[in-house]
């Protein structure tokens, strides 16, 4: 983690990474990521429905409108320290990931509901960029394979290696865990086709 701001960072350090990365060809790419439900104390926290356990709440539209815009600022940090391209981290659990994944998003309005409408916001922020920089930098976006898939699978391992539940507590538990990885897969594999499609649209 590095300040980026060209307010208060030292830019001759950054174009002397550049210099060294690029005369062996390579590129260098910021990675961007907002914690949404997990930020720290002290920054708000955000996601796509209200987290009572996590202090976070349902993000508004005006929510939204301004983290696309800070995506944006930064973005124009990273074109002005002379990075190549920008990794947008919309996975594992974080706030992008929230709006994505309908194991997480509840949502009636314009944000919640079919794959169209879960993508409106990654779309608003890649647009955002892309208007602020425009085809100066590469985007790569880091996207789920799995969701809940993995936390499920995780907690069928520990239940084999429980020894507070009965042997029959254990038995009824495993059979409503393995349920919801059914469901999960399904949901899962649905969704990470439509979004990857949707996102390419976008982008080309």
Request: neutral net charge; aromatic residues 8%.
């Amino acid at each position: 983690m590095f300040n980026l701001n060209p307010k208060t960072c030292n830019q001759m350090n950054f174009q002397r990474l550049q210099r060294a990365v690029h005369a062996f060809n390579g590129k260098t790419f910021v990675e961007y990521i907002h914690g949404g439900p997990y930020m720290r104390a002290g920054f708000k926290k955000i996601s796509a429905d209200d987290e009572p356990h996590l202090g976070s709440r349902a993000a508004t539209r005006e929510d939204l409108e301004e983290v696309a815009r800070l995506f944006g600022e930064y973005a124009h940090w990273a074109q002005i320290a002379n990075f190549d391209g920008l990794m947008l981290h919309f996975a594992h659990g974080w706030l992008i990931n929230y709006f994505l994944s309908p194991l997480t998003n509840h949502r009636t309005d314009e944000f919640g509901g079919s794959v169209e409408n879960r993508c409106r916001f990654p779309l608003m922020i890649l647009k955002e960029i892309r208007r602020v920089v425009g085809d100066s930098l590469l985007i790569e976006l880091r996207l789920n394979g799995t969701d809940k898939v993995l936390d499920i699978q995780n907690s069928l391992e520990n239940l084999k290696r429980d020894r507070i539940y009965t042997a029959e507590e254990k038995q009824k538990r495993a059979a409503e865990l393995k349920k919801e990885l059914e469901k999960a897969k399904e949901v899962e594999a649905k969704n990470k086709a439509e979004v990857a499609k949707l996102i390419a649209e976008a982008e080309s």
